[in-house]
């Protein structure tokens, strides 16, 4: 027989294991249950809270959202916020960049976004910079488009009623052939009518045809701001270590000052020189006082706003255009140049007259 010790060790025992199985099967209850949860909290979105930059053209907008196309042809939904900052870009020497809002960003625009993921896959705008020749052309864009769009959208209405009303027509034809004359000639008005919705349509293709080229143009014309011609040069000659305007040199400068009133967005150039008698600085000095003496008497006689006028300057002997050996050729190098400047970007559309009035302007030594 057990004894009385041994029977209690092993009841005890036996209710260690029993317990211990509870537990067990308690613990992995909750791991089970556990287990969706966690599978719960991990879906969400991968680009959510992520910094995302994007670049491309405005190709849709919508409320305080809008679509960008990037170049590869991936499209993207930028989302505007009360805390989005919007920067236009100016370039230029004295052209700070500009703060903007929402309401000039537009189809066609060409921007950059830095922002972050929602959990709709869109981009929450933090940052948006676009430039402003980019914000001039989808501005002339848009005032050409829009009219064009809404005409060829209404041409498109017009095109499905009638076609719905061709269909209405055939099938009464069917119906009742008893009025197949009177309906006939229905039909022959329906189609007059689809034919002048398909002509509208083409005019409409026409017209954002003519616009897109308008908007190139524009484009064009605003690159080309920061970019001069030289048109025409006259040079006026002076005596031996003297900066005074001789009547003849006036006389020619008057010609340039009557010249330039023919001309759109021009610039005078003014630089002065020396011959190789004397010192450098001496010379130097010379030469930018012949340089001023062509403004002053620019500015005096004939009103030339200063800001028509580049900065003067001075080569002293530098860049001769004859011999310093020679007599006539030292009264050669005694000399001013005034060259007329012309900006692309503003005088582009007056193009042959423009160069025939600098040809008028032009002398040479």
Request: aromatic share 4%; hydrophobic share 35%; proline share 2%.
């Amino acid at each position: 027989m057990i004894s009385s010790k041994k029977q209690i060790r092993l009841i005890a025992l036996v209710l260690v294991l029993a317990l211990s199985g509870v537990v067990f099967a308690q613990d992995s209850n909750t791991a089970s249950q556990s287990q969706p949860e966690s599978k719960t909290t991990q879906t969400s979105t991968p680009n959510k809270g992520r910094k995302i930059k994007v670049e491309g053209i405005v190709v849709k907008r919508n409320g305080e959202m809008f679509t960008v196309r990037t170049k590869d042809g991936q499209e993207t939904d930028v989302v505007l916020t009360a805390k989005t900052k919007i920067k236009v870009e100016r370039k230029g020497l004295f052209r700070a960049d500009r703060t903007s809002d929402d309401r000039d960003i537009a189809r066609g625009l060409r921007l950059k976004v830095n922002g972050k993921g929602n959990d709709d896959g869109q981009v929450v705008a933090e940052g948006i910079s676009f430039d402003e020749q980019d914000l001039n052309t989808a501005q002339a864009l848009a005032s050409r488009v829009d009219p064009v769009e809404t005409l060829a959208t209404s041409a498109e209405g017009l095109a499905e009623s009638n076609t719905m009303r061709l269909d209405g027509a055939e099938r009464r034809l069917d119906q009742a052939e008893q009025n197949s004359q009177r309906l006939s000639g229905q039909v022959e008005e329906l189609s007059s009518v689809a034919s002048a919705a398909g002509a509208a349509a083409e005019k409409a293709q026409a017209s954002a045809d003519q616009a897109q080229a308008v908007a190139t143009i524009a484009n064009e014309r605003i690159s080309s701001l920061d970019n001069y011609e030289c048109v025409g040069t006259l040079t006026v000659h002076f005596k031996p270590g003297s900066a005074r305007l001789s009547s003849r040199a006036k006389a020619e400068i008057d010609e340039v000052a009557n010249g330039v009133g023919n001309l759109n967005g021009w610039v005078l150039a003014v630089v002065g020189y020396a011959d190789s008698r004397g010192n450098s600085a001496t010379n130097r000095s010379l030469s930018d006082r012949r340089a001023k003496a062509v403004i002053d008497y620019l500015v005096t006689k004939h009103g030339l706003p200063l800001r028509r006028v580049v900065q003067p300057y001075g080569y002293g002997e530098l860049d001769p255009v004859a011999t310093n050996r020679t007599r006539e050729g030292r009264s050669i190098n005694r000399r001013a140049e005034i060259s007329v400047l012309l900006n692309k970007g503003i005088s582009s559309p007056a193009g042959s007259e423009q160069s025939s009035a600098g040809e008028q302007i032009s002398r040479q030594p």
